[in-house]
């Protein structure tokens, strides 16, 4: 009797893998901050990315020592999910290659994601890459270093689709503050906020081009923050207008509770969940032929479908059926 065929080799074999990542990602700029949010990653479960802010965490003057201080806590075994990435200075920071050359070698092994802000032009992202990827080789870093890529300017968008098709790419993230302050006034300070920041027809041009670009070329959408530290139904709120309207895969949180709220409103539908379980144990019994389920037939094409549900669930910490998660997971 032959195995069962796992759905990844059944459904995605040979193609490059749609990245499944936590929905949220929490930023902390100073040491307390970010062995705080350590410790909020060990009592809640890997559900959440911490990012370790180099770019505005470190006061000026001092940017070494804050990368080397960022560098030891994510090296460190507190890091016990390895669900921490580091933002860097920007292309026109004279200090983005120093950042490079005291965290790579450090954490290169180590580090979930790198976050490059502010670019003007897709050529300057390229040329960090490639930066990273020649210290990564020069102290034998053979892994792909996830990098994550900030649109956060006029000329970002305008080449937004060349930059999600650069190698190692796996996340684009909306900067909101700074777009709107780029727009020097044409948009009120107001649409930093909610409804302003999704109804507004220049942000919700640039949101809705930041995904569709995102999506074609395999990489995740990341939304910007709720500027309401403290107001959880606001970040509630906005997290799911951000995944339902807009198709948002993952959303910035800066403050502790906003976490929670990011990673409820991101979650599958539990009933979706149930449902995916179900079927994808079935099309698997079938070797991935077409089945009926509920009196609906479903094939390649809803497999794949609930296949990356099932697995977003796993990632957000959903319960889900026993033998499904034997069979995939």
Same mark, same amino acid.
């Given at each position: 009797?032959?195995?069962?065929?796992?759905?990844?080799? $059944?459904?995605? /074999?040979?193609? #490059?893998?749609?990245?499944?990542?936590?929905?949220?990602?929490?930023?902390?700029?100073?040491?307390?901050?970010?062995?705080?949010?350590?410790?909020? @990653?060990?009592?809640?479960?890997?559900?959440? !990315?911490?990012?370790?802010?180099? /770019?505005?965490?470190?006061?000026?003057?001092?940017? $070494?020592?804050?990368?080397?201080?960022?560098?030891? %806590?994510?090296?460190?075994?507190?890091?016990?999910?390895?669900?921490?990435?580091?933002?860097?200075?920007?292309?026109?920071?004279?200090?983005?290659?120093?950042?490079?050359?005291?965290?790579?070698?450090?954490?290169? /092994?180590?580090?979930?994601?790198?976050?490059?802000?502010?670019?003007? =032009?897709?050529?300057?992202?390229?040329?960090?890459? !490639?930066?990273?990827?020649?210290?990564?080789?020069?102290?034998?870093?053979?892994?792909?270093?996830?990098?994550?890529?900030?649109?956060?300017?006029?000329?970002?968008? &305008?080449?937004?689709?060349?930059? $999600?098709?650069?190698?190692?790419?796996?996340?684009?993230?909306?900067?909101?503050?700074?777009?709107?302050?780029?727009?020097?006034?044409?948009?009120?300070?107001?649409?930093?906020?909610?409804?302003? @920041?999704? !109804?507004?027809?220049?942000?919700? &041009?640039? #949101?809705?081009?930041?995904?569709?670009?995102? %999506?074609?070329?395999?990489?995740?959408?990341?939304?910007?923050?709720?500027?309401?530290?403290?107001?959880? @139904? @606001?970040?509630?709120?906005?997290?799911?207008?951000?995944?339902?309207?807009?198709?948002?895969?993952?959303?910035?949180?800066?403050?502790?509770?906003?976490?929670? $709220?990011?990673?409820?409103?991101?979650?599958?539908?539990?009933?979706?969940?149930?449902?995916?379980?179900?079927?994808?144990?079935?099309?698997?019994?079938?070797?991935?032929?077409?089945?009926?389920?509920?009196? =609906?037939?479903?094939?390649?094409?809803?497999? &794949?479908?609930?296949?990356?549900?099932?697995? &977003?669930?796993?990632?957000?910490?959903?319960?889900?059926?026993?033998?499904?998660?034997?069979?995939?997971?």
């Amino acid at each position: 009797m032959s195995l069962p065929v796992h759905p990844n080799k $059944a459904l995605f /074999e040979g193609e #490059k893998p749609f990245p499944v990542l936590p929905s949220c990602e929490h930023f902390a700029g100073s040491e307390k901050l970010i062995s705080k949010a350590m410790q909020m @990653q060990q009592e809640l479960g890997p559900v959440f !990315d911490i990012t370790c802010d180099c /770019e505005d965490g470190a006061a000026a003057g001092t940017e $070494a020592e804050h990368a080397q201080m960022v560098a030891k %806590l994510i090296a460190s075994d507190a890091n016990k999910h390895q669900m921490m990435g580091v933002r860097i200075h920007d292309y026109t920071h004279p200090h983005w290659q120093k950042d490079v050359d005291i965290l790579v070698p450090q954490i290169g /092994e180590k580090v979930a994601y790198i976050t490059l802000p502010k670019c003007t =032009e897709a050529f300057q992202i390229q040329e960090m890459v !490639d930066y990273i990827k020649s210290v990564a080789i020069a102290h034998n870093i053979r892994r792909v270093i996830p990098i994550h890529v900030l649109i956060e300017t006029h000329g970002a968008l &305008r080449e937004i689709w060349e930059l $999600a098709a650069i190698d190692w790419v796996q996340v684009l993230d909306f900067g909101m503050m700074d777009f709107v302050s780029g727009h020097n006034g044409a948009i009120p300070a107001s649409c930093m906020r909610s409804p302003g @920041q999704f !109804d507004h027809a220049l942000l919700y &041009r640039a #949101k809705s081009e930041l995904v569709a670009a995102a %999506l074609a070329n395999g990489v995740v959408p990341s939304h910007n923050v709720t500027l309401d530290l403290k107001n959880v @139904q @606001q970040t509630l709120d906005d997290a799911s207008r951000a995944r339902q309207e807009f198709g948002f895969l993952r959303m910035w949180s800066i403050y502790p509770t906003q976490i929670q $709220a990011i990673v409820d409103a991101m979650k599958p539908d539990y009933q979706e969940v149930e449902d995916a379980g179900a079927i994808l144990l079935s099309a698997q019994a079938n070797d991935w032929g077409p089945i009926q389920h509920k009196g =609906e037939l479903h094939d390649r094409a809803t497999y &794949r479908y609930y296949w990356q549900l099932l697995q &977003r669930a796993h990632v957000t910490g959903i319960t889900m059926d026993e033998q499904a998660k034997s069979a995939f997971f």
